[in-house]
Each structure stands twice: as structure tokens, then as C-alpha cells.
């Protein structure tokens, strides 16, 4: 406890200690759009080509059946980012790259798997939406709409 002065003690002011709040290491949007970059390459990419040169055949077959074929590329590429974050201690090879990790805003660990779902369904929303993507440019925590609503934050890892 912090030394008190004797007026404030015959006065009966007691000073409380502050808390220190932890500050959070939120990463910058710089930082989470090139892992993103990379994550698109790495694990998007492949997913894309598969579907449209293998499951659909041709990009004449995918262009006539787009929603179908964005369906068929995105619930793949959702699960195996969710499975990235779960399993990869909240990493993905972008993540990795640029030492960034996905936290539960409350706790600072590993999100459960199913805010983890959450998040990335709602990432793709908050894209086709555009404001929900935006909006991170606006806020001081750098946290975007799927962020917010699943309750989770992309932090720097102190190396």
C-alpha cells in the first residue's frame, strides 16, 4: 500500500490502490490484413481450385453455378481455419507468420471452438457486408464486427 499522508488519515480520506489494467497487445490492421493475405494463398487458393477445376469440372460449370461453388469453397475453408485456430494454439500459417494469435477477449487463452466457428462465419459476413469489416479501422482495439459479436481479439505475441 502506497504511503498516505498524515492529514488525509486524520481527515479519514483513505486512498484505494488502483488496479492495473493489462494491457492488451491488440494487432494493427496492417499486421491482420497480410496474415490474411497469406492465409488466402496458403489455405483459400487451394481450396478455390479444387472445387472449381475437380468438384465442378470447369470455370464455365462454376461461373454458371456460382453460389453453389462459393458454398462448396467456403464451408471447407471455414472448417479448416476454425480447425487452425482450435488446434494450432490460435494460429494460423498467417498468424504464424506475423506472430499474431486469436484470444477470448475475457480470458486472453484460446478461444472455445464454437466462438471459434462463430467468428469465422461471421468474418465472412462482415467481408460480403463490407461495414463490418470497416469498422475496425474506426475502433481503438482494432476489433472487427466478427470480432465483437463473437467475442474475440487477434493480440501480438511477446516473443
Not at 469453397?73 to 487452425?84: G, K, R, T
Amino acid at each position: 500500500m502506497a504511503k498516505q499522508r498524515f492529514r488525509d488519515i486524520k481527515k479519514g480520506i483513505v486512498k484505494k490502490e488502483k488496479k492495473k489494467e493489462k494491457i492488451v497487445p491488440f494487432a494493427t490492421n496492417w499486421q491482420k490484413t497480410k496474415s490474411a493475405l497469406t492465409d488466402t494463398f496458403m489455405l483459400l487458393m487451394p481450396i478455390m481450385y479444387g472445387v472449381v477445376y475437380i468438384v465442378m469440372g470447369s470455370r464455365e460449370e462454376f461461373r454458371n453455378n456460382m453460389l453453389m461453388g462459393w458454398i462448396d469453397i467456403l464451408i471447407p475453408f471455414i472448417a479448416i481455419q476454425s480447425a487452425f485456430f482450435y488446434f494450432g494454439d490460435g494460429q494460423t500459417p498467417g498468424y504464424k507468420n506475423y506472430d499474431l494469435k486469436l484470444v477470448d477477449i475475457s480470458t486472453l487463452e484460446r478461444p472455445p471452438l464454437i466462438k471459434i466457428v462463430l467468428r469465422n462465419i461471421l468474418m465472412v459476413v462482415s467481408l460480403i457486408s463490407f461495414f463490418g469489416w470497416a469498422i475496425m479501422f474506426f475502433r481503438k482495439d482494432k476489433r472487427g464486427l466478427h470480432d465483437i459479436l463473437s467475442g474475440t481479439a487477434v493480440i501480438n505475441i511477446q516473443k
